[in-house]
C-alpha cells in the first residue's frame, strides 16, 4: 500500500527564516507527486506536480524537488501569508485516487 | 470561473441517521472525488466517479456510498451514522485524465455526529 511520511508535523519560523519540509514516500510506480496548501477552514489549493526523480518546480517563495524516495518543499524568506498546513500526496499507475501524508503545519511570525 | 461547490457547509446529525452531501464540480470537469479529512486520520480516499460510473474505491464500509449524474454534479451518501463519521468530507473536480493530474477541492461539509 501506498504510504506518506511528512516531517516535521509543525514547524514555527521567522519572517525570513527559510527552511523545507519533508514527504517521503512508498509507491510502486509514482504517477505523480503533489503539493498542497490547506489554509483553516478551507480544502487544500494546488501547488505542484513533480513526476520523475531530478525535476524541481517554483512559485513565489515555494520550491519543490523530488528524488527517487522523498520531495521536499523549500520556503525561501516566509512572510507570515504563507502560514498553512502544507499536503504530500501520491499518484500510483493504477490509482485515480491520491494518497496524502499527514500534513506539515507552518506558523510564519512577523 | 465558478470553483467546486459543497453544500451544506455544516452538518449536525445524531448516530443511526443518514445523511447526504453534495457536490458541483467545475464546469467542464467529468471526474468527481470524495474524500475524508479528519484530525487523526488526515485526507482519505472514499470513492473518484467519472463519467457517473465509479472508477475506484477507498477502504471504507459500505455504508458509504456515492453517485453522480449526467451533468457531472455527484452526491455521496453515509447511513447508519457513527460518531467516528464526524470529519470534514471534501470534493475534488478533475478533467479526469488521470495522470498526475491536479484536483480542485472546495471547502467540504463539516459532519458533526452527535
Known amino acids: 500500500e501506498d504510504q506518506v511520511t511528512q516531517s516535521p508535523e509543525a514547524l514555527r519560523l521567522q519572517e525570513g527564516e527559510s527552511s523545507s519540509l519533508n514527504c517521503s514516500y512508498t509507491v510502486s510506480g509514482l504517477r505523480g507527486l503533489f503539493w498542497y496548501r490547506q489554509d483553516p477552514g478551507k480544502g487544500p489549493e494546488f501547488l505542484f506536480t513533480l513526476y520523475s526523480a531530478g525535476e524541481e518546480k517554483e512559485k513565489e517563495r515555494l520550491k519543490a524537488t523530488l528524488t527517487k524516495k522523498e520531495s521536499f518543499l523549500h520556503i525561501t524568506a516566509p512572510k507570515p501569508e504563507d502560514s498553512a498546513t502544507y499536503l504530500c500526496?501520491?499518484?500510483?499507475?493504477?490509482?485515480?485516487?491520491?494518497?496524502f501524508g499527514a500534513g506539515t503545519t507552518v506558523t510564519v511570525r512577523a | 470561473k465558478a470553483g467546486v461547490t459543497q453544500t451544506p457547509r455544516y452538518l449536525i446529525k445524531t448516530r443511526g441517521q443518514q445523511v447526504t452531501l453534495s457536490c458541483s464540480p467545475i464546469?467542464?470537469?467529468?471526474?468527481v472525488s470524495w474524500y475524508q479529512q479528519t484530525p487523526g486520520q488526515g485526507l482519505q480516499f472514499l470513492f473518484e466517479y467519472f463519467s457517473e460510473t465509479q472508477r475506484n474505491k477507498g477502504n471504507f464500509p459500505g455504508r458509504f456510498s456515492g453517485r453522480q449524474f449526467s451533468n457531472s454534479r455527484s452526491e455521496m451518501n453515509v447511513s447508519t451514522l457513527e460518531l467516528g463519521d464526524s470529519a470534514l468530507y471534501l470534493c475534488a473536480s478533475s478533467l479526469g485524465q488521470g495522470i498526475g493530474e491536479k484536483l480542485f477541492f472546495g471547502s467540504g461539509t463539516q459532519l458533526s455526529v452527535l
Open positions: 500526496a501520491v499518484q500510483a499507475p493504477s490509482d485515480y485516487k491520491l494518497s
Open positions: 464546469s467542464g470537469h467529468r471526474s
